[in-house]
């Protein structure tokens, strides 16, 4: 079957790296998660305590960001320390779709994503890959779910009551985000005019990536 590259685009918590991970690792496909390019800028500005886009973008014009497979999540290195920890932390959240609406940072963001995706064979995630990372990406999928749903997942996620979070924080929190995101001048989040839209509040995540993988094949076939 030809190796398609698949660029899978959404909002907080559609499922999109869950899904992504599992194609990946069925087709044998790379996998590479934006969301966590950008967090590691971000998670860099917070640390030297950067707050001036200006220095933001000279700090990300001088990062030497690697990336590498892991377990569970992809693991992101900077001039070769480890960050993946770092990134999924309430703050990083907070403050990364300022730090990703900087056109100048989303520049040389895309610019790796672009190097990293040449081979084919990828799956990508994030809010722009199928619009301006990978406009000519073989299969394209714009994956929603509502906002509650959204919220409950990550809940989940963060280990319930444990996360001293409640699921109405994490909602408002994800509606915030997905407002700047879809707002923003630079590559805001907006479904591709060719995505195929999926709505998978009512499915698991396996079915999510069956559902992925059978329109894959129809591509596939369509051009073998
Ligand atoms: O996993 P979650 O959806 O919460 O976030 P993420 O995919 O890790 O992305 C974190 C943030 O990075 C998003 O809220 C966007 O502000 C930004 N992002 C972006 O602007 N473009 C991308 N291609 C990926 C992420
Ligand atoms: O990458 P994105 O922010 O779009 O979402 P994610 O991090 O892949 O998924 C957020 C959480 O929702 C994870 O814990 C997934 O296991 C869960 N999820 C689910 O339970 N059912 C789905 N259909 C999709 C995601």
């Known amino acids: 079957m030809k190796r398609v590259s698949i660029a899978i685009d959404g909002p907080a918590g559609a499922g999109k790296s ?3 991970k599992i194609l990946a690792r069925r087709m044998g496909y790379t996998y590479l998660d934006t ?3 950008y967090r590691a800028v971000t998670w860099e500005s917070l640390r030297r305590g950067i707050t001036e886009e200006k220095d933001i973008v000279d700090m990300a014009e001088h990062l030497s960001m690697t990336v ?3 377990e569970e999540r ?3 290195f900077l001039g ?3 960050v993946t920890d770092h990134l999924r932390t309430a703050e990083v959240s907070a403050a990364v779709s300022r730090v ?3 056109p100048e940072v989303r520049t040389i963001m895309v610019a790796l994503q672009r190097k990293l995706a040449a081979e084919g064979g990828t799956v990508l995630d994030g809010r722009d890959i199928g619009t301006v990372v990978l406009p000519n990406a073989d ?3 714009f994956l929603t779910a509502s906002p509650r749903t959204r919220a409950l997942r990550r809940y989940k996620e963060l280990g319930g009551e444990k996360a001293g979070l409640s699921v109405d924080e994490i909602e408002e929190d994800i509606r915030k985000r997905d407002l700047l995101d879809s707002t923003r001048a630079a590559s805001p989040l907006v479904p591709a005019a060719d995505a195929v839209h999926l709505d998978n509040s009512e499915m698991t995540l396996e079915e999510t990536a069956e559902a992925i993988m059978k329109i894959c094949r129809e591509k596939a076939g369509d051009e073998a």
Do not use: C, D, L, Q
């Open 18 to 20: 869950s899904v992504a």
């Open 80 to 82: 070769g320390e480890e």
């Open 74 to 76: 992809m693991r992101v």
């Open 68 to 70: 590498a497979p892991g």
């Open 35 to 37: 969301g966590a390019m």
């Open 139 to 141: 299969v394209k999928i």
């Open 100 to 102: 990703s609406a900087i």
